[in-house]
């Protein structure tokens, strides 16, 4: 298996310009780079990219929002925090993405949520483009009513950049599906239109789908079984650990243990559960969904359990590790870490988990490594299958849609180790996906003109 090479001559250029063009925008800076290190051997095969320059277009997003967003606390002060929209590339369908809200939000931090989005959404095979937005709004700790009142007063310049065949937003870190409820409210209220398929992640009775709350935690833990099916291997009697507590986490933890494997270890951004016997899910669901409260909590009734304040989740020895907390969690170290423990799977719940040298090093050791813009493309998609059945004014059941998505997780992970192969690196899903995300979007860019 051959790892990360060095970018392509021609595109290195390319890449020096995004940089002047979008200083100090670290993460987009590295998600670009990513990708981009993976497109030399498409130019080969494929010169009319090259002609109409569709790597510098892809890299350029097709339109930039950002907005003041004015709210009152509950003591009655008014606080500000700044909104982003980035509709990024509308190739293959309407924009879509989530919003995150979060401290750390900028406007490079949303850039590379986008961009990675174009081709995670683009691997789905459903007609969506991509974009992301959110804010650096910080919900930890607020009331209903702060949320609601943040909720609407986004949502309140965001409208009109909406529609469901233009922008579809959808939840992130920090936007749920109670967010998602004061957000389609105020669309409505607005707009003086019941259209349901402007927002993904809505809630069941109001046009939400079976399915989608655990999407991204089941598609990813699909993925990770494909990844491990061609190596003659499955989640059978498996020690897995899932960083994260969130939405992604506990929906991955669920499956891994449907599926046999026993997850040992989650965490939040204060520290770590370590439980050996496996990780009761109905405590983690009860203490993060419904009292919002931390994971530390967890030991208190688990008295066999340890919480281990300020830990680091990938010391703990496993087969299988499925990041699904955020961005640059794994670094170097903890790569090599895992890989010395015995870590033969690696499936991103979470975007860009991963550093580049981490990711050197899962490629080196040859270990299953399946990058998130495929591993937790399950989330969007099942978001494309809310605007399908919004559109048909439909509700499928549960079985058929969990059904749709494992077979959509199924073909992405095939699509990308398909692609690996025939590019030379068989096994290597970053070049797979890349690789295969980038030719759709760039033959329909190709297709639509110079747009
Ligand atoms: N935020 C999720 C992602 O990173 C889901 C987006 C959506 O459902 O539109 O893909």
């Not at 959110?134 to 607020?142: A, I, L, R």
């Not at 929906?251 to 026993?262: D, M």
């Not at 370590?274 to 983690?284: K, M, N, R, S, W």
Request: one cysteine or more; a negative charge.
């Amino acid at each position: 298996m051959a790892a990360a090479v060095r970018m392509d001559e021609k595109i290195e250029p390319i890449f020096q310009e995004v940089i002047q063009r979008n200083p100090g925008e670290v993460e987009f800076h590295q998600a670009v780079r990513e990708v981009l290190e993976s497109l030399g051997p498409v130019l080969v095969k494929h010169p009319e990219y090259t002609h109409h320059k569709i790597i510098e277009r892809i890299c350029e997003p097709e339109r930039q929002i950002i907005f003041r967003v004015p709210w009152q606390d509950d003591k009655g002060n008014v606080q500000i925090n700044r909104g982003f929209r980035v509709e990024f590339n509308s190739a293959l369908g309407p924009y879509k993405g989530g919003l995150r809200f979060h401290p750390s939000v900028y406007l490079g931090i949303i850039k590379f949520l986008g961009f990675e989005q174009i081709f995670k959404n683009s691997l789905t095979g459903m007609p969506i483009g991509g974009g992301k937005g959110g804010s650096d709004f910080d919900p930890k700790g607020k009331s209903d009513s702060e949320i609601m009142r943040f909720c609407q007063s986004f949502m309140t310049e965001l409208y009109r950049h909406l529609g469901e065949y233009t922008d579809v937003p959808a939840g992130d870190i920090g936007v749920g599906g109670r967010e998602i409820g004061y957000m389609f409210g105020q669309y409505k209220r607005i707009t003086n239109r019941y259209e349901s398929g402007v927002l993904t992640g809505k809630g069941l009775s109001y046009g939400g789908s079976l399915v989608r709350t655990e999407a991204t935690g089941y598609g990813a833990t699909f993925f990770v079984n494909e990844m491990l099916k061609v190596r003659g291997q499955s989640f059978e009697g498996k020690t897995c650990v899932v960083s994260g507590s969130g939405n992604v986490a506990i929906y991955t933890i669920e499956k891994i243990h449907q599926l046999g494997g026993k997850v040992v270890a989650c965490s939040d951004s204060n520290g770590v559960i370590y439980h050996e016997a496996g990780i009761d899910l109905e405590l983690v669901q009860r203490l993060k969904e419904v009292e919002r409260r931390r994971i530390k909590d967890y030991a208190t009734y688990h008295k066999d359990a340890k919480f281990i304040e300020g830990g680091n989740i990938w010391e703990i020895p496993c087969q299988v590790a499925m990041p699904s907390a955020t961005q640059n969690e794994i670094n170097g170290r903890d790569a090599k870490l895992l890989v010395k423990n015995g870590c033969i799977a690696i499936g991103e719940g979470a975007n860009m988990p991963t550093t580049p040298e981490g990711v050197k090093v899962f490629l080196d050791a040859g270990i299953a490594y399946g990058p998130g813009k495929a591993a937790n493309a399950g989330g969007v998609a099942t978001s494309a299958l809310e605007m399908q059945q919004n559109a048909s004014r439909d509700a499928w059941t549960f079985e058929f849609t969990e059904k749709k998505l494992e077979d959509i997780m199924v073909n992405i992970h095939q699509l990308c180790y398909e692609t690996s192969e025939e590019y030379g690196v068989p096994g290597n899903y970053v070049a797979g996906s890349n690789i295969a995300g980038f030719i759709k979007v760039a033959d329909a860019m190709v297709a639509l003109g110079l747009i």
